[in-house]
């Protein structure tokens, strides 16, 4: 029987903890700058609202 690569294992958990951490703070700086997330119109809410009337 094999033995288990605890090596393998933990720089996946850590590679993952990286990319989750990079992810996050580039959410945050988004955010910071005013650009809208992946957050569509249906999650916020925004879709029950009636369409605006154009100005003139």
Excluded: C, F, H
Aim: proline residues 12%; glycine residues 8%; charged residues 40%.
């Amino acid at each position: 029987m094999a033995t288990p690569n605890y090596g393998y294992e933990k720089r996946q958990k850590e590679l993952a903890k990286k990319r989750k951490k990079e992810d996050k703070l580039k959410a945050k700086a988004d955010r910071k700058a005013g650009v809208p997330g992946d957050a569509s119109p249906e999650d916020s809410g925004a879709g029950n609202q009636p369409p605006v009337p154009p100005q003139r």
